[in-house]
């Protein structure tokens, strides 16, 4: 499998925050934040990713779930999961954990594989974020 990465400083387009009243400072956060990647890899290079996060969080920190979508230059999407970790410490927001690809389109039909990320807030609605994996496309793919 070919190693891969890159990274995005992402914009949320969309935040939703639900104070929850069993607990003090319990949150539910919905997000939806977009970018560019930038990847030595030109198959993701820039590619725009948006991605759909929920989160479950006490005083900031907690589990994080979600799906992302990135649409290549051509048209062609690649799509999978992602679950992690957010932890706010010292007025600093980080994440971190991991993703795998669930298929995609074009050339990267069948595509497997995924691998890890970090990042932090920069701003209450916008980060910057790093990845790394792996992906394998099939043979019928990698062809086109």
């Given at each position: 499998m070919p190693n891969i990465s890159g990274s995005f400083s992402g914009r949320a387009t969309s935040q939703t925050?639900?104070?929850?009243?069993?607990?003090?400072?319990?949150?539910?956060?919905?997000?939806?934040?977009?970018?560019?990647?930038?990847?030595?890899?030109?198959?993701w290079n820039e590619a725009r990713i948006?991605?759909?996060?929920?989160?479950?969080?006490?005083?900031?920190?907690?589990?994080?779930?979600?799906?992302?979508?990135?649409?290549?230059?051509?048209?062609d999407r690649d799509f999978g999961t992602f679950e992690g970790k957010i932890a706010?410490?010292?007025?600093?927001?980080?994440?971190?954990?991991?993703w795998k690809y669930a298929g995609g389109t074009g050339k990267f039909k069948g595509i497997t594989g995924g691998g890890t990320?970090?990042?932090?807030a920069t701003s209450p609605v916008e980060l910057e974020n790093s990845w790394e994996g792996t992906y394998?496309?099939?043979?019928k793919t990698q062809a086109a």
């Amino acid at each position: 499998m070919p190693n891969i990465s890159g990274s995005f400083s992402g914009r949320a387009t969309s935040q939703t925050t639900i104070s929850l009243p069993d607990i003090p400072d319990h949150a539910m956060n919905l997000m939806e934040v977009t970018g560019l990647q930038k990847s030595s890899d030109e198959k993701w290079n820039e590619a725009r990713i948006t991605y759909w996060g929920a989160a479950d969080l006490i005083a900031g920190n907690g589990p994080q779930r979600g799906y992302f979508v990135n649409e290549h230059p051509d048209g062609d999407r690649d799509f999978g999961t992602f679950e992690g970790k957010i932890a706010t410490a010292g007025g600093q927001v980080t994440i971190e954990g991991n993703w795998k690809y669930a298929g995609g389109t074009g050339k990267f039909k069948g595509i497997t594989g995924g691998g890890t990320y970090k990042g932090r807030a920069t701003s209450p609605v916008e980060l910057e974020n790093s990845w790394e994996g792996t992906y394998q496309l099939t043979a019928k793919t990698q062809a086109a």
